[in-house]
Structure formats: C-alpha cells, structure tokens
C-alpha cells in the first residue's frame, strides 16, 4: 500500500513540474502581467526616509480579448487592458489607460504593441465597464511608442525589456521592465536632447494584490 501511494505522489508531482516545463512563454507572461498592482510599500518606505521620490502609482491588468470585437482567428496573442492611476504632491489623480496586445513574435520574445485610445473618455476607460468595446478593425497602433519586446530569464524567472524610443525634435522614451510573478519594476524615462526629463531615474516598484 505504502509503495502504491509513493508510486501515485511521484505521478503527480511528475504531472505537475510536466506542465510547468510546457506552459507556453506566452501563457506564463499572461500570469505574470495580469493582475492588480501597487507601489504603496515603496512611497511608504521613500515618506519614512524624508522624501518621497515616487507617484503612488496603481495598474489594474485585465485580459481584454472579450473587449475586442472582430479579432482574427488566427491572432495567438492576447489583449491587456491597463488602468493606470498616479497621484503625487496632492495632485489630482493622473489617469492613463491603456490597451496592448502581446504576442509571440520570434521563440523566446514577447512583443508589446500599444494602441491609440482617441475619442474615448480615459475615465470611462476601464476593465469593469462592460459597455466599453474596441473594434480590431478600428485600431491603430500608436505612432509614438514603436512597442518593446520581453526576454524570458529562467535564472530570475522574469520577464526584461530595455526598449528605447526615439522621438521627433530630439526626444527619447524608454520603457524598462522587469516582470516577476509577484512584482513589477516600471521605469518610464523621457528624455530631450540626451537630458532627462523624468522626475526620477530609478524603478517605480510595483508589488501584486490580487
């Protein structure tokens, strides 16, 4: 009997680390990137220390396929619709939404392609409005952020990009990321004729709630 158990508990956990080795790179980045994310620990420690460096920043990551109307069967990526909310220096809340489609470009590369959201109320788009809808047909990618790809670490178990942006009349935009299963590090910096023009240099760090 003890054998028969040990037998079964070796099938199982065979069974399991079997799945993990075959979850698809782009199923595995649908987990880490969807999900409810904040930066209060970090504002929190930055107030302790004397001064805050950093927006209390919130992204609240859905998966938006059921959004998208007339998607093309064969499309293998998945949209992800991003509320973004940032409050710093009493401020009112700077909302900026988003919707990105993640792909498998090339084996072993994530590509983001970010869309313009033009005649929309950014308030009114969020993921817990169901009348919101987009037409697949209707959207264009954004003439601005060119997208960015991700790597897949196996050392870290994160997902990276450093995904520079060059601008018109001298500006530069660079996405940098680092994507673990429990947190995200997001640094957003504008530049303008080499000089930076973001208010910090370093990572806002975003830790999941849900």
Known sequence: ????????????ISGILLAQKNQSLLARFQQ?????????????????????????AIH??????????????????????????YLIDAKPIDIKPYLFLFEEKAEGIIH?????????????????????????????PSPTFKGADYT?????KTFNTVSPNELSNGMKFTLTEKLAKKQLNVLEQVEKDGKLLTAWDTPIIYKRTK
């Open 1 to 12: 009997m003890k054998k028969l158990v040990f037998s079964f508990t070796l099938l199982f």
């Open 32 to 56: 880490y990137i969807t999900g409810d994310f904040n930066n209060s620990a970090q504002v929190v420690a930055e107030i302790k220390q004397g001064k805050q460096i950093h927006p209390l």
């Open 60 to 85: 609240v990551n859905r998966l938006a396929n059921g959004k998208v109307k007339n998607m093309p069967t064969e499309l293998k990526g998945f949209f992800i619709l991003e509320e973004s909310y």
């Open 112 to 140: 983001l392609t970010a869309y313009q959201l033009t005649g929309i109320k950014k308030e009114t788009i969020r993921n817990d409005n169901a009348a919101l809808e987009f037409d697949y047909n209707l959207l264009v």
């Open 152 to 156: 897949w670490d196996a050392v870290d």
